[in-house]
């Protein structure tokens, strides 16, 4: 104890901290079960998922945001469709396109925009994006780059429009190019780049990471990347995709990612949490954002609670992994005439 240094107790006492604010470290399942006292996986399944939501919605508490969450990961639930608001530059370099119920975001650069996600349909990207970019004095011939966050028509559906009209280049991780090549070859984007696991994409001086987070699709990717308004510059990210599979072994594939992205976020500093579907109050904090531009920007949630973010998401896979294998056992007690206990 005598060799540790006053900065290195610093940062013992700074992760401390964090782990009380909801940080999840990256352990493996033995050690896990050795601090809950229930293993991850089978075992955790005979008691079902409500433990795990319980403990979600303690996490969440008052936090609206979190509370959003919550309601959107409980089994059943289903995406909202709320009315479509206008363009809004959500930071001065970050700027949201939305129909209510899925939204684009574009990454503005001295030197081009970068497109998160391209809406549903040529239509949209003809009627919503471009006419969008035009009335924040952006010029849609700058889209160099679309980025899709996977590989569901209501985030690519627009992207072949763009790359047809403007030269677009579209990215995709590969296992989602070939769920859509398999799913929708009519719809489309013509194959183009495949993002690597940790992939930056630089324009005009800001850089995206781009990280692996299959479960929702087998290539769903979820970035980090730089926002700001006026001199206060910030780390934000994109969960690529929220709704879960059902399978158990796709739900633990769902729960490696949040592990993973979780500490990433860590690393970036992560403090502004966006999403490309109403799921996390983020439309609602759009409106508060437009009504009142000299607040404080309600996106800017602070490490902590994006930490905590991710901790609740973790909790509610948790309950629908153990929903998914309790429902898994009964099925094979049932074929084979045995009693699950």
Do not use: C
């Amino acid at each position: 104890m005598a060799a540790v240094s006053r900065r290195g107790l610093g940062r013992i006492a700074a992760l401390a901290l964090a782990a009380g604010a909801g940080s999840l470290p990256l352990v493996s399942s033995s050690a896990a079960a050795a601090t809950t006292g229930r293993p991850i996986g089978r075992g955790a399944a005979r008691e079902g998922g409500q433990v795990h939501y319980d403990r979600a919605r303690r996490l969440a508490g008052d936090d609206k945001v979190l509370r959003t969450l919550v309601k959107a990961l409980t089994p059943g639930a289903t995406v909202p469709r709320p009315p479509a608001p206008e363009p809004l530059k959500l930071f001065d370099n970050l700027a949201m396109f939305s129909v209510g119920w899925v939204s684009a975001m574009a990454v503005l650069t001295d030197d081009g925009i970068v497109l998160l996600d391209a809406l549903t349909s040529a239509k949209e990207a003809e009627t919503v994006l471009v006419p969008g970019l035009r009335s924040l004095g952006a010029d849609p011939a700058a889209i160099k780059y679309v980025v899709v966050t996977h590989g569901h028509d209501d985030h690519y559906g627009g992207a072949r429009y763009l790359a047809e009209q403007y030269g677009t280049r579209v990215l995709m991780a590969p296992a989602d190019w070939d769920l859509v090549a398999r799913k929708d070859p009519e719809h489309a984007p013509a194959r183009d780049l495949e993002i690597r696991d940790g992939q930056r994409l630089t324009l005009g001086g800001t850089t995206i990471r781009l990280h692996h987070t299959p479960g929702h699709t087998p290539g769903t990717v979820s970035p980090i990347f730089p926002v700001w308004s006026g001199r206060e510059r910030r780390t934000a990210m994109l969960w690529g995709g929220l709704n879960p599979p059902s399978a158990p072994s796709d739900l633990r594939t769902y729960l490696a990612s949040i592990r993973s992205f979780r500490a990433r976020m860590w690393q970036a500093d992560v403090e502004v949490e966006l999403s490309n579907h109403p799921n996390d109050n983020g439309l609602e904090r759009a409106e508060q954002l437009r009504n009142n531009p000299d607040g404080p920007n309600p996106f800017v949630l602070g490490r902590p609670r994006t930490q905590r973010f991710m901790t609740v998401m973790h909790h509610m896979l948790r309950g629908r992994l153990a929903d998914a294998e309790a429902s898994s056992e009964a099925a094979r007690a049932h074929g084979t005439g045995l009693r699950a206990e």
